[in-house]
Nanobody
Framework: VQLQASGGGLVQAGDSLKLSCVAS??????IGWFRQTPGKEREFVSA????????YYGDSVKGRFTISRDNTGNTVYLQMNSLKPEDTAVYYC?????????????????WGQGTLVTVSS
């Protein structure tokens, strides 16, 4: 499985940004987004299940971020609205075929390279 994350950039507080994660190399996969800042563990952001497209969000992004999947199922988007400086991080997408422990980074088998999101105040 290969994952390619893109869409990061520098924005101002209150702006929006849309991240993309393209997955290739295997069948049905759940896709998750995590983020990480220096010296901290990866924080769960959002996930979408391959089984029923159920969506999950971390508490810090609920109501502001939306995860979705295109019709092919191979590309997952993370629409981020009302961005805050504390959203600044490297965002990683992850994939797995069997996990239901969405919130745990250790549960995900495959990882992309990360895309940097910087939100200025």
């Amino acid at each position: 499985v290969q994952l390619q994350a893109s869409g990061g950039g520098l924005v101002q507080a209150g702006d929006s940004l849309k991240l993309s994660c393209v997955a290739s190399g295997r069948g049905r996969l759940s896709i998750g987004w995590f983020r990480q800042t220096p010296g901290k563990e990866r924080e769960f952001v959002s996930a979408i299940s391959w089984r029923d497209n159920s969506k999950y969000y971390g508490d810090s992004v609920k109501g502001r971020f939306t995860i979705s999947r295109d019709n092919t199922g191979n590309t997952v988007y993370l629409q981020m609205n009302s961005l805050k400086p504390e959203d600044t991080a490297v965002y990683y997408c992850a994939a797995d075929s069997g996990t239901t422990r969405w919130y745990s980074a250790r549960s995900w088998d495959y990882w992309g390279q990360g895309t940097l999101v910087t939100v200025s105040s």
